[in-house]
């Protein structure tokens, strides 16, 4: 959780700084362009790495 937490904390930061550079420069940059391709191959790493988590002890109390 604590992992996902900061992704999206550094993730936005850079949708931020990358925002600030398009809307300064009145277009949108390269660097916009790079900031969604990485936002989207992290959410789908996030993603993926949800559905692969390990079972829980929760998991384990139900029998089968």
Same mark, same amino acid.
């Given at each position: 959780?604590? *992992?996902? &937490?900061?992704?999206?904390?550094?993730? =936005? #930061?850079?949708? &931020?700084? %990358? +925002?600030?550079? %398009?809307?300064s420069? =009145?277009? *949108?940059?390269? #660097?916009? +362009?790079? %900031? %969604?391709? *990485?936002?989207?191959? @992290?959410?789908? &790493?996030? =993603?993926?790495?949800? #559905?692969?988590e390990?079972d829980?002890?929760?998991?384990?109390?139900? @029998?089968?």
């Amino acid at each position: 959780m604590l *992992v996902a &937490c900061l992704q999206a904390a550094v993730l =936005g #930061f850079l949708w &931020c700084i %990358a +925002k600030f550079e %398009a809307w300064s420069e =009145g277009e *949108v940059s390269i #660097f916009t +362009k790079y %900031a %969604a391709v *990485v936002w989207v191959i @992290a959410m789908a &790493c996030h =993603g993926i790495s949800f #559905f692969l988590e390990p079972d829980t002890e929760d998991d384990r109390d139900i @029998a089968p």
